[in-house]
Each structure stands twice: as C-alpha cells, then as structure tokens.
C-alpha cells in the first residue's frame, strides 16, 4: 500500500504534466527528468518561496549566482579532488555496478545474478569534460558537485563590496551534477539536481548556537508551507557519518513511501573551507573584526536543501484520495504559495458562444494579476476533477446566469464549496483568498 501511493504521484505527475522522463521519444535517459507545465511551476513556486525567506525577508543573507564550471582548483582546495568518491564493485557476470555501501550481504557476490563481484575500487562522482576544442591534458574541468563552493570563493568579493558584519550569508540556487552509481527513486537521487544552499558566515565562538537556530528555522519552513509535522524529523548525524569538514550536521528528513530520508542538511562547516581556499589561492581571507582589532577565519554554517526532493516530498505529502458520491476524487492540496495554477476559467456550456466569449475575457483580465488558466476542454465535473489533481486552488465557472446577474460560480479546491461572487469584485475576493 506504502508503495502504491508512489506509483500513484509518479503516475499523476506523467498524466498531468508534472514530470516526464527525459528524452522519452528515444527510450529515455535513466534517472533524468524533465519538468512539464505544472512541474515548472511548481518548482519556480518553491524557489521563489525559499529565495524570499532566506533573501527578501532577512537583513543578513545575499543573493549571488555562481558559475557551473569552475577552476579546477577549488575542487583540489575543497577536497572533492581526493575525497569526493564510493568504492564501486562490478559484476563480472552481468557486468551491473553497485556501490559497496549498498550491499548488505555477502560483498562479494552480486545481488541481483549471484556472479562474483571485483574488488572494490574508488570511483570519482564528479562529472569531468574539458575547456577548449581538444581533449588534452591538463585541460580538464569539473561539472559542480555543490554550489557551495561558488560562495566560499567569492567570500573576499562580498566584503569588499557589500562590507558585511558577522554574521551574514550568501544564498544561492543553482544545478549540480554527480555521477552516482546508483540514483533512484523518481527524482530523489539523480546525477542532475538543483539545490538551494546558504553558507552563513559567524564568529567561530557562535557557531553552535546558529546551528541550532538555522535547524529550527528550516524545520518550520517546511511546516509553515504545509507539509505534515508527523512526516518530518531532525536527524543529528553520527561522528561516523560526519563529513571531513564538518564539526556537527543535522538532517531534516522525510517519510517518503520508499522509508525516511534526507530533505535537508544543516551542517557547522568550521572554517574548513576558507582556510582551504585561502591556502590554495594564496590571498588572505580571514574577516577584520573592527571591534576586537583583529583577523580570523569565519565558521560556516550550511543549510542545503535539495529543489527536486522537496518537490517531491511536497508532491506526496498533498496527494489525497476521498470519496465523493460514490467516486474517488484525487486532489492535490499544495499550500497556496506553492500550487502551479491558482485559478482556472471555465465555461459551464462550451457550445454557447457569450458564454466562452465572457469566460475568456474574464480569464485574460484575470492573468493580468494571477496564474490562471482557461480550459473549456470537457464537462464540468471532468474540468474539476482535472483541475483538483494539478492543485488548483479556485474553479471560476461561467453560466448561462452570469450572462445576466455578472456573477460567477467560485468553488474552492479543499472544500468544493461553493460561492457566487460578482464579476467586478471578483479580483478583489481572490486576492484576499490568496494572501
């Protein structure tokens, strides 16, 4: 039952133009997905909401943008040159990869045909290509693993032009790649996924408390835009698990179908990072404090959240299925910050031209202000249910009686009640509904 609620949002998400699987035409591309008309939306909803609560709203966190490709460099000063791989094994009977942290058993024996499996060498999951017209040596560049590093490289030209106290952050949403050997599970794990990453700069001797205000403020963001607080939990990572840069990490993770899993990590960073670059580049790039008089590399602390698993999460997390006269009705209830399409326009008898005529008037005056569509494509009850599976948060009908009263019928997503509302007051009653 768990997995079938997957199999259901992965098949409304193809049915309804959430997301599709990329390159389709040609047999696909394993674990790449495109974002149809209601996926974008989605995904542009939630980086909008997370830029202006990190960015608009906070007197201390900037926005920057950074370049994909980078100097090879930074990824020698961040270690992902000598760290950043899994052991890998191969079957030598079916030729299938796995990552040796995924075999449970006998590691040497192939999970899926019983073949003898390789010894176990390291494999770099960055993805490498090269700057010029000719492969040659000494040309190489990396696809970014992390945005993060971005940020960390551009430290001194934040100071040196937004002239920042401690503590202050860089915000930033951007593609990353990583070549893994065994991505999964829809769009949770791929080799191309977008995150949304803040690096925030503190006095080192402030660093726990900020982790612990940065967890807690993560923690509710997702709350506040409605994911149930009974599906979300705070993971303290083990000394074990910790990263080689990090002093402490948190996950806020998910109950997805598929078991808990990892949304977002807040991780104390140290100074790692900025000691590394200043190491490697050779430029100075510890902060003066002009109080104190003095120079010191900052702590970091990180929030990295991933935009394609909290799509997803906040996919599964709406999906509902109720009984209503005897039918199922499939409804997406995604807070209305983040549902593709507010409002949808829709004529009660396609067949009667004054009433199509008025019904897209009111839907071209309507998309001047709102995400609104107009669908004239069935009958009514058929332009409901589809507007209720792509999270829509108001049906505006037009009648044979609007013609005379200008009034419409406005039936709300969750509720299915139902008001009628006069045409010349109509943005005003969806604007309130809205904010």
Known sequence: MVINLMDKVISLCKRR???????????GLSNTWDY????????????????????????DVFGMDSAI????????ASGHLQNFFDLKSDCKSCRRRFKVADLKDDKSKCPECGGILTEARPFNLMFK?????????GNEIYLRPETAQGMFVNFLNILDTKHPKLPFGLAQIGKAFRNEITPGNFTFRTREFEQMEIEYFVNPE??????????????????????KKENLRKRPHSKEELAHY?????DIEYNFPFGWSELEGIANRTDFDIKQHAEISGRDLRYFDDVKKERFYPYIIEPSGGVDRSVLAFLVDAYTEEEVKGDTRIVLRLNKRLAPIKMAVLPLLKNRPNIVEL??????????????????TGAIGKLYRRQD????????????QSLDDKQVTVRHRDTMQQERVGIDRLKEYLSDKLH
């Not at 019904?359 to 004239?376: E, G, N």
């Not at 599976?389 to 044979?400: A, K, N, S, W």
């Open 17 to 27: 133009g959430f997301i599709f699987q990329s390159s389709q035409i040609y047999g």
């Open 36 to 59: 149809g008309p209601y996926g974008v939306e989605l995904k542009n909803n939630l980086k909008a909401v997370w830029w202006k609560s990190n960015v608009y709203e906070r007197d």
């Open 69 to 76: 490709l980078m100097h090879p460099k930074v990824w020698e």
């Open 129 to 137: 290509t090269h700057q010029g017209p000719l492969e040659e040596e």
């Open 206 to 227: 402030d660093a726990d408390r900020k982790l612990e205000e940065w967890i807690e403020n993560r923690f509710q963001w997702y709350i506040n835009l409605g994911i």
């Open 246 to 250: 990090a002093k402490a990490c948190s």
């Open 359 to 376: 019904a897209k008037k009111i839907a071209a005056d309507l998309k001047r202000d709102f995400v609104c569509v107009y669908d004239d």
């Open 389 to 400: 599976e792509t999270g829509t948060m108001y049906c505006i009908t037009v009648d044979l």
